[in-house]
């Protein structure tokens, strides 16, 4: 009686099938797996180079109120009209000292990834002293009401304030420091508290022209009463903060926020 082999070759072929689709679905799993593993990595990686973060503000003070350029014995008559000769001009300090810890959330951010922007209304012919004489340094308007700087180091630093003692610190140069200290830090980071100097007004380094108006700087914003002014502040990509600053008075040490 003949023997009937082609069962067995069915059975030994639908193995192979089965064996082969098993391995196909390791094969198919270690790849999802391997895929998935990196995709996490590139995504903490990214999280982790990626730098958002918003400030709260704790306080803002007028620190220097010094508008003319420049005194040893400074005045704080707006119009500088009572300033000693060679020192009747009023684009001199305008500076801010602002008290501030990052939100919760915050990653650290490097303080060159840190702006702050002040903006005010155009001033025109302005009686920066309120005399009801519009004449002189009253005249000198605001032709770029903005001042911008970064939190590495402030934007003016060609002359600087009456009373700021030799050497100049870090915290002086526009840089942000801790509460207690004058030395900068790099980075800021959630849980710690910081003050930087804000500089309002470009007091006369970059102007325009020649001859006597070669250094007539006219971008930024007084410390005035006569109008509010607005900081803008944008720390690493988070969302930019806005704050209203109203002076009430000139006095150094007056709460504007």
Request: proline share 4%; with cysteine; aromatic share 8%.
């Amino acid at each position: 009686m003949k023997r009937d082999e082609d069962a067995s070759v069915g059975i030994g072929t639908l193995i192979t099938f089965i064996a082969i689709v098993l391995v196909s679905m390791i094969v198919c799993s270690t790849i999802i797996i391997t895929m998935e593993k990196a995709f996490k990595n590139q995504s903490n990686t990214a999280e982790a180079t990626e730098q958002n973060g918003k400030i709260i503000v704790d306080s803002i003070f007028i620190y220097r109120f010094q508008p003319c350029w420049f005194d040893d014995n400074p005045t704080t008559d707006p119009d500088c009209s009572d300033a000693p000769l060679g020192s009747r001009a009023p684009w001199g300090h305008h500076q801010l000292l602002m008290n501030f810890h990052l939100a919760p959330g915050s990653t650290p951010i490097e303080v060159t990834n840190a702006y702050y922007i002040v903006r005010c209304e155009n001033e025109g012919v302005t009686d920066l002293d309120n005399d009801g004489f519009m004449g002189g340094n009253d005249r000198r308007s605001v032709a770029n009401p903005v001042f911008s700087s970064s939190f590495d180091g402030s934007a003016t630093t060609n002359q600087n304030a009456f009373g700021v003692s030799q050497p100049v610190n870090d915290f002086e140069r526009g840089w942000p420091t801790k509460m207690d200290e004058n030395i900068r830090v790099n980075t800021l980071i959630y849980g710690e508290s910081y003050k930087i100097k804000l500089e309002m007004y470009d007091n006369k380094n970059t102007g325009p022209g020649s001859g006597a108006d070669s250094n007539l700087d006219d971008e930024g914003c007084r410390i005035s009463e006569d109008y509010k002014s607005t900081l803008l502040i944008t720390l690493g990509g988070g969302s930019t903060s806005e704050f209203i600053l109203n002076f009430r008075s000139l006095e150094s040490g007056d709460l504007v926020l």
